[in-house]
């Protein structure tokens, strides 16, 4: 090709690029423009918008005015297709809102012009909202529904609605009175602190109500009178979800009462300020189950309409834009039995340390009484303690011995003393000396022969120590349970004093009451007990598993066995359970457990009314005193109910755990 050829295709070249520059119609300009402007909706945040004929900071602070009724919920904000005619672009903004439980979706239309090189909208507020004039902004009203109940068997109400008073001072009643003089006063009838409360009263507003304490209106003592003496003080009636009593199963359903403003910000908006959320136990784990979820709508309405101007409008001068149906919570079914549950309550209301009361229905699992004694501090002992059974354990190791071969008639050798690399065993204080020598293993389980059991450890290994265990339920996942609970740990590998120790439920196996109740449960059943405590979990709730549940700090630290102190890492339970005990097996460990109570040291278990009781104790030394601390423990099968009760730093279990038992059996029928 000539020379002259390529400078044509040159200039023709040149022609074309500069027809294309000349003909670009700035759409990408309008493109971005229409960009930046759903970025700064979306961040309710204009200031840095170009708009034409108005200010930018003037169209930002109706913009904030506008969306203040929704903050801190900010919209998405997407632009889309963009129409362009000549110095005009119009392009979609499509909104997103989450507004309670629901999704507020729509689409607006913003109008851009071009002036200059720039791209200018034009401010209108039906850009933010369809429909919205000039002057208007937008409004929210909410509708909380009632916390739904708690119920437990036979659909008893455990938790429900119950009158209350809430005392306080109303500031506008005290007139010339002292706040401060007043607030005293009042601390001082309720018995609150005075300087805190007096300080509360005198920051609070003019038109305020500050409440002091909230009072039960079954059973209260401060009349309304005693009230009333104080300048500015009253009571206002009102109603909460409360339990039959301030302490009934307080560690196992929690409590509910106002969200406070740590958890309205952790809720990430599901919780405002007045909606009532639960707080610890079943109450927190299922929360949006028993809350529900609130009615809200979205109005458009005339900004500055005093009350008498609203009340002249038709719907109070509101236009309604979105609307969420309230929707009430769902009451939550356990099998608790109100009865067994206080009765326990009272056995262990005078009980020191901490400890619990466990009772189960062997035949169905369900979980009727799990009472946590005072001395838990709140503490959910019953469901989530982790301590050595001691020789409870021992119902687990007679498993294991049968299934190699043994019966309760076998016979065992049960020394004084046993030393076993270095460490000297023994058996408790006051074991008969007639039950010492060559023995039944029905005898040596009746009296608890820690050393015949020790003597056991080289024909049972720890591994069938685990699988046993499992095989009685115990350190194995309960799906069905329904709340928070640890069923046990049993490590399947030890040796030498670790595995002697765990023939005795100490070294590193750890088990809560619950498990303890499931493990005798299983006996009288004869398979493996799957407890139930919550009916209608739900599949979205979340429901523990039963599963090792992580405790409070503090709470384990005096389970420590002899042998060892409990991990902050147990081993995981197992999915399922091991070979589960046959319908013979459960027998033969049955005919040993009523041994305990016809020829061991419960004989005065044989008294208690109705099926005969059959029973094995148990007492756990822990820490490195000398002598140690105990923990004291009983399991027992009466009939189709199996109970567990624990005292922490009890002594020992038939003369500490023993009695407290008698008493809730008898009591129980």
């Known amino acids: 090709m000539g020379n002259s050829s390529k400078l044509s295709l040159a200039l023709v070249g040149l022609i074309i690029g500069g027809s294309l520059v000349g003909c670009s119609d700035g759409r990408a300009g309008a493109q971005d423009a229409a960009k930046q402007l759903a970025s700064a909706v979306a961040a309710v945040d204009v200031g840095s918008v170009a708009f034409e004929g108005k200010d930018s900071g003037a169209a930002n602070e109706q913009l904030k005015e506008v969306f203040k009724a929704l903050d801190p919920v900010k ?44 791209w200018l909208t034009v401010w209108n507020p039906a850009t933010l909202v369809p429909g ?15 916390r ?97 009593t301030r302490t009934f199963a307080r560690a196992l359903l929690g409590t509910a009462a106002e969200a406070n403003a740590e958890q309205i910000e952790k809720s990430g908006g599901a919780l405002r300020a007045g909606v009532t959320t639960g707080s610890g ?14 009615g809200t709508q979205v109005f458009a309405e005339k900004a500055g309409l005093t009350a008498e101007e609203r009340q002249a409008l038709l719907n109070g001068g509101r236009r309604v834009l979105f609307q969420v149906e309230m929707k009430v919570g769902t009451p939550l079914q356990t ?52 301590y050595a059974p001691g020789s409870i354990f021992k119902i687990v190791d007679s498993l294991a011995m049968i299934r190699n071969g043994m019966t309760p008639d076998s016979t065992v050798d049960c020394p004084a003393t046993l030393t076993v690399d270095g460490r000297t065993f023994k058996n408790a204080e006051g074991y008969p000396a007639s039950s010492l020598g060559s023995v039944t293993l029905r005898d040596a389980f009746a009296h608890s022969c820690n050393t015949a059991f020790i003597n056991a450890r080289d024909k049972v290994s720890q591994a069938q120590l685990e699988s046993a265990a499992t095989s009685l339920g115990v350190a194995v996942e309960a799906p069905a349970l329904g709340a928070g609970a640890f069923l046990g740990s049993v490590p399947g590998d030890a040796s030498g004093t670790e595995h002697a120790a765990s023939m005795i439920g100490q070294g590193k196996v750890l088990m809560s009451p619950l498990a303890a109740a499931i493990m005798a449960g299983s006996v009288a059943k004869g398979s493996p007990v799957a407890p139930q405590l919550v009916l209608n979990p739900g599949a979205d709730e979340g429901a523990a598993t039963g599963a090792a549940a992580t405790p409070s700090a503090g709470s384990t630290a005096s389970a420590a066995a002899s042998a060892g102190s409990p991990s902050s890492a147990s081993p995981a339970p197992a999915a399922t359970s091991g070979t589960p005990v046959t319908a013979a097996e459960a027998a033969a460990l049955a005919d040993m457990m009523r041994a305990v109570v016809t020829s061991g040291h419960t004989g005065f278990l044989a008294s208690v009314p109705g099926a005969p009781v059959a029973a094995k104790t148990g007492t756990a030394e822990f820490g490195s005193d000398n002598p140690p601390k105990t923990h004291a423990w009983i399991v027992a099968v009466h009939g189709d109910l199996a109970v567990a009760v624990f005292v922490e730093e009890g002594g020992l279990g038939a003369t500490v755990s023993g009695p407290l038992l008698k008493e809730f059996l008898t009591a129980a029928g």
């Open 75 to 118: 919209p998405g904000v997407e632009s889309g297709e963009l129409t362009l005619e000549k110095d005009t672009a119009t392009v979609p903004l499509n909104y997103s809102w989450k507004i309670g439980s629901g999704e507020w979706k729509y689409t607006t239309y913003a109008e851009l012009k071009k002036s200059g090189d720039k």
């Open 148 to 244: 739904a109940e708690i119920l437990g068997a036979g659909g008893a109400k455990l938790v429900t609605y119950r009158p209350v008073v809430n005392v306080g001072i109303d500031k506008p009643l005290l007139a010339a009175a002292d706040p401060a003089a007043s607030a005293t006063q009042l601390a001082g009838l309720v018995g609150v602190d005075p300087a805190a409360y007096a300080q509360q009263v005198q920051a609070a507003g003019p038109e305020a109500f500050v409440t002091a304490i909230t009072l039960r209106e079954d059973g209260r003592t401060i009349s309304d009178n005693q009230i009333g003496e104080i300048p500015g003080a009253r009571a206002i009636r009102d109603f909460l979800p409360l339990a039959p």
């Open 281 to 294: 136990g079943l109450q927190q784990q299922y929360d949006a189950k028993l809350r529900g979820s609130d």
């Open 335 to 386: 099998t608790l039995d109100p009865n067994l549950q206080q009765l326990a309550e009272n056995i262990l209301a005078k009980v020191g340390p901490a400890s619990a009361i466990v009772a189960l229905r062997p035949s169905s699992g369900a979980v009727l009484a799990a009472a946590s004694g005072p001395g838990s501090n709140g503490y959910d002992t019953a469901l989530l303690g982790q």
């Open 132 to 146: 919205l004039a000039a002057g208007e902004i937008l409004g929210t009203s909410s509708q909380s529904p009632q």
